[in-house]
């Protein structure tokens, strides 16, 4: 596997320097760099061309600067990167730390909701083939695939921040919108399940009323505005989380699993308790990464206390039930600084940019706003790889569910969650790792349609001011930025080929 690694990143590395030649010879005759001033009419015009031309060094020849800027790459390796200055005299190796922080923060959560919401929808939808539920998840897949981005971009724009921000205003639903919303979530919740006739309306008939109690009830309560959810609301979401992971993983016949998932929930809970005041009134990014590190090493210890002969199983499920209890407890401290959020933003949902300017928000409201800002992309992003995820996902699932040695496995009497995890899941997974592989390649590129509606500025307008002003040094910090992504990944990818599949590694 060493040697193998080995040969990877020599051959990349030749690719990546073959790759970089050819880009930098592409931009630099793309177009003249001293055009907008060639058109100018200012008095200073030759001065202003001699001193760009001073600064790009359009007089060496090219592989002169190809060289130079090849030698600053290799500086990187010595802690002295050197990736020149953009047209304007500005710092491009600080320029793009910037424009890759940003990206990161517009793609990253998208694409995680995007595996894992695919991921699952995907294996049930192979599971429940030609189901309601199976066509009611493949028509909206491929809804939401053909939205051009632009266009569902703005109806987010529209719908989901500025209708909202008029609504949250008052933030009372009319009673015929509390029956329509309640109509449309029966009709999709038992076309979803499915089942017989009177089972679709029992279904339908239990939603109705839930939904419409819940609404009333929020209305009253002024929940939208003063939202609460608390420790119990805590403790709730986080139990059911933890039976579900050990119910996936390890089988709800497996009681010790269960029971320290439980157990994980519990101490979680009660840990909020102890350090809420300390999380509500001194919170920063270290506290926060400390008590969660905190928290998953509790949470595998309490797994591996309750193990017993399914150790690994039981500490795999509390280490996964400690992260859902981390997050639910950020949310709820969230939650609860809503109100005061929205008395300093009247507005909460923005429609462009990565940041309120002139924010005046504590820690908790400064978060919020920096969540509100990418809400937006992040649905837009994530619903549009949902749909490509579900349906690779799907596909290769049937695939290896009509294996013989997933019949073989349940012809030994197997139950249907270990054929499923252990054996098919498994399997299934070699395809949709290689396009997970090139996405996280792609988007640290920058999503540039979603940029440029949303106001990000990100890897995607990085590289195209860069085009646009003939400008190699921004254009080449990209490439090197997602050039050595894309290798990485591949490699990665390579690496999970061999764990998923031992055949592989020889």
Known sequence: ?????????????????????????????????????????????????????????????????????????????????????????????????????????????????????????????????????DYSITFTAFLFFSLPVFWAATLLKEYAAIQYNNWIAVGQYAPWTIVIVALLAAFLLQAVLGGT???????????????????FVFNALDWWRNPMFGIGGVLLVSAAAGVLVAALVAGLRNRRALYAALTTAVVGVAAYWFTAPLLVNQPSWLLLAGLFVVAVGVSVAIGAAWGGYARKQSMLVTGITGVITSIVVVADILIAHWASFMSIKSRPISTIGSQTPNFTGEFWERLLDMGTQILLPT????????????????????????????????????????????????????????????????????????????????????????????????????????????????????????????????
């Open 379 to 506: 649905i837009l992003l994530t619903l549009v790889s949902v749909a490509s995820y579900s349906r690779y996902t799907r596909s290769s699932m049937l695939e290896t569910l009509n294996q013989d040695y997933v019949r073989t496995a349940r012809s030994k009497g197997l139950s249907e969650r270990e054929v499923i995890v252990k054996h098919a899941f498994r399997n299934a997974l070699i395809p949709i790792t290689t396009i997970i592989a090139f996405d996280f390649a792609g988007i640290i590129g920058g999503a540039i349609i979603t940029e440029q509606v949303f106001g990000w500025k990100g890897m995607g307008a990085l590289f195209q001011d860069g085009l646009n002003a003939v400008d190699p040094a921004p254009v080449m910090a990209f490439f090197l930025v997602t050039g050595v992504a894309a290798v990485v990944m591949n490699l990665l990818a390579d690496i999970t080929y061999a764990a998923l599949d031992p055949r592989i590694r020889r």
């Open 1 to 133: 596997m060493l040697k193998f690694i080995l040969r990877r990143i020599g051959a990349s590395a030749l690719v990546l320097l073959g790759a970089s030649l050819l880009v930098y010879v592409l931009t630099i005759n793309s177009g003249d760099p001293l055009k907008d001033l060639r058109e100018s009419n200012v008095q200073n015009k030759q001065q202003l061309m001699d001193q760009r031309t001073a600064l790009m060094r359009l007089d060496d020849p090219w592989y002169e600067r190809y060289w130079d800027w090849l030698r600053g790459v290799g500086g990187c390796f010595t802690g002295n990167c050197d990736l020149g200055v953009t047209i304007n005299g500005v710092d491009v190796a600080t320029l793009t730390q910037q424009a890759a922080s940003s990206t990161l923060r517009l793609v990253t959560v998208a694409t995680l909701l995007a595996i894992v919401v695919g991921i699952a929808l995907g294996i049930l939808t192979a599971i429940r083939q030609y189901s309601g539920f």
């Open 197 to 215: 006739t009177k089972r679709r309306m029992i279904t339908a008939a239990t939603v109705f009323g839930f939904v419409t109690i819940m609404l």
